[in-house]
């Protein structure tokens, strides 16, 4: 099958790192980077450090507002599948990209195959919930990576070509996780300022990350840094992983952050995962992160009032809370999962000596699920309660 595989952001290609080698054993694969992160620290070094292959199309759609971003890449997208003439689009989860790649191809008649379908928030405030809603009725295979996913796309009546795959970051978690398991790794990692790398020890830092739209308005922002600011200790430093445009943000509003929050770039995947593996617990508004952190069983406190990943706030023994910006759930959260002092190292260390997880598989079911062939038309799906 000829595949042209649409891309744009760090999780993609995440996502793409795990799904493009097992693809290409048996399919052939247009990769197209629209551009949507644009940025080194954000897409450029995750080429090199995954081993993805470079795109063979590059967009540099830029940012811009959901309507200026999703026009461009729109525009990028159909010339490239009116010359490729591919069999199917692959788009991945929820992104602006996402949504241009499965409407291009639909209006074409191309069938869409979207990996993370059925994950819902049910907050259409999300500009990601909108995407993710409009790429699944557009899509012919839908890849569901939970059975919560399944059932969510049941009720909105899709069910042909609905296939539960798993996780395809579960997938590069357990392969790169069994590197970063040493604490060692901590002082070595070549992304990190040497003096912040230095200072780091198992269990005494808080890793955290914030970059959704939503929390980029001055009164967002005046609202998590001050978060962020009362789980800060100086013996337990929050090490924040600032994405560029939430620092531009900071620095238009005039907010600076608090003296025991030690500030670095974007990090790469094996870093990124690092950091969390050996961290006393985890702060982030990041989908990805927040089942990453789910994976390694490090606690983690979610800057969202929903979430799509629901299996990983559910249950008595879940270590992941949405504290949405409420400064007061946080602490409490912090106090109860992972409370400072020598028991959150001597959890961290022993978190770190018996991580073994599993690969879920999703690469090759999907590239199998490829090769057998369209299922039916999103046409001929039934609608829900009909008879």
Sequence with gaps: MR?????????????AAALSPVLRERHVEILVDT???YDEALAGVFFRELGLAQPDVSL?????????QTAAILAGVEPVLLRERPDAVMVYGDT???????L???KLGIPVAHVEAGLRSFDRAMPEEINRVVADHLATWSFAPTQGAVENLAAEGIRAGVLLVGDLMQ????????DVRDPAVLAHLSDLPAGIAAALRPGSYLFATVHRADNRSPAAMDTWTRLLADLARPERPVLLALHPGTRAALAAAGLTLGPDILVTEPLGYRSSLALQLHAAAVVTDSGGIQREAAWLGTPCLVLRETTEWVETVRGPQSQSVLVGRDRAAARAAIDRLAPIGEAGRVAAATRAASFDLAPAGAATRISDALGVGVPAPPGRRRRAGAA
């Design 171 to 178: 997938d590069l978690a357990a392969r790169v996780g069994r």
């Design 104 to 106: 291009a191809a639909a």
């Design 60 to 68: 540099d759609a830029g940012s811009g507002s959901h309507a200026v």
């Design 3 to 15: 595949i042209v595989t649409v891309v744009g952001t760090r999780p993609q290609l995440i996502k």
């Design 35 to 37: 551009g949507q992160h």
């Design 96 to 102: 602006n990209s996402t949504l241009a790649g499965a």
